[in-house]
């Protein structure tokens, strides 16, 4: 009886500590060079992301003709810190975002699909559709 208090107080604990909590970030994509290499790739129809561990940035490319937003959904699971990266540039437009990542940890990228800004503020992963497969590389 007194592990199982003992054990049900250490999780509390934990779950109340924001040192574990995951950090999520929102940042809209600006102006960048091409990426030069893939090492993680998600895209469909609607859009493209890509990860390049070269200078941590992530690459949003809009391929299609619809007025709405595109994003990059990326996640390291191990260092808690997930984000979108959005693409508000229209039609054929490839935007970027510089971040920097610890090295050697597991990164996740997904292309997020496209959002109505006019209709939402496409800040969530949950305001996103017609998102494509996740892909994974290192930092």
Known sequence: MIGIAAAGFTAMI???NPALADTYEYQIAVQ????????AYSG?????????????????KDT?????????????PSIGRTGLCVNTGGEQS??????????GKTI???????????????????????GAATDSSKT
């Open 44 to 60: 469909n129809f609607y859009g493209e992301a890509v990860y390049e561990r070269g200078g941590d940035e992530i690459y949003v």
């Open 64 to 76: 299609e003709k619809d007025n709405m937003r595109v994003a990059a959904f990326w996640s390291i």
């Open 108 to 130: 996740y990228i997904r292309f997020a699909g496209r959002c109505d800004g006019s209709h939402s503020a496409c800040n969530k992963l949950s305001q996103y559709t017609d």
């Open 14 to 16: 934990v779950a109340a």
């Open 32 to 39: 960048g060079d091409y990426w030069a290499h893939e090492d």
């Open 94 to 103: 490839l935007r970027e975002c510089n971040k920097s990542f610890p090295e």
